[in-house]
């Protein structure tokens, strides 16, 4: 008998623990203040009393990002740090732009789940799962598809088509964070030592060295 009550009342606690998203928000609204020096998972709220419409607004989704670099994509964030009214509120969003053949490199949000839209163009996308499968689920996506990736997978959006591409993704958290995969791999700083990645990836360590020189 005791021991049924002990596993229910663990059964209640991992279920009262398990978060899909962001912490949810225990008032209206909590802005974001800044300028405040208390440290809290997330940022102070500043007085509710002092929040302006533009604390929940922000304008410029309209303009492309310039996909002109080594990737051939850009993304061009709205989160907390963009507007401080979506602080607790769990969400964010993002406008991508990919050039011809442009990616948006293989890359995880350690804090959020993803759900994106092709508003222009075709997209090859796909994301891995963890160990020890590995699967990847992939599929080209065109104007008007929606596709989910879900929290703290390694993802990526190839542009498939013949012209540039633009998706908006929602992400469920006001700060997802980016993890690429490759910038930590090889452009971490300080680097990690050539000998323990050539062994991680099993190739010669001058193969490692050339690709830390690419960053
Ligand atoms: C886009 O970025 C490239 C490379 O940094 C730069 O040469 C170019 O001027 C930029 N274009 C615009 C419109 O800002």
Do not use: W
Not at 57 to 75: D, E, T
Request: net charge positive.
């Amino acid at each position: 008998m005791a021991a049924k009550f002990f596993l229910l009342a663990l059964l209640a606690l991992s279920f009262s623990r398990a978060r899909a998203s962001d912490p949810s928000q225990l008032q209206d609204f909590c802005v974001a203040d800044r300028t405040s020096e208390v440290f809290v998972n997330g940022f102070a709220c500043k007085d509710p009393k002092t929040a302006v419409v533009e604390d929940f607004y922000f304008s410029g989704l309209h303009m492309a990002g310039n996909a002109s670099n080594k990737q051939g994509s850009a993304v061009t964030a709205v989160n907390v740090a963009h507007i401080a009214g979506l602080n607790t509120l769990g969400i964010s969003l993002a406008r991508v732009d990919y050039a011809r053949y442009g990616q948006n490199p293989p890359h995880i949000h350690p804090r959020a789940s993803e759900i994106l839209t092709v508003v222009e163009g075709s997209l090859y996308v796909g994301f891995v799962t963890s160990n020890p499968e590995n699967k990847l689920f992939s599929k080209v996506l065109n104007q008007g598809d929606v596709f989910v990736f879900p929290q703290g997978l390694i993802h990526f959006q190839y542009n498939c088509g013949t012209k540039k591409a633009i998706a908006i993704a929602a992400l469920s958290s006001k700060n997802p964070g980016v993890i690429t995969i490759a910038n930590v791999v090889f452009a971490s700083k300080p680097s990690i030592k050539d000998d323990i990645i050539a062994k991680a990836f099993q190739v010669d360590k001058k193969i490692v060295d050339h690709i830390q020189a690419q960053f």
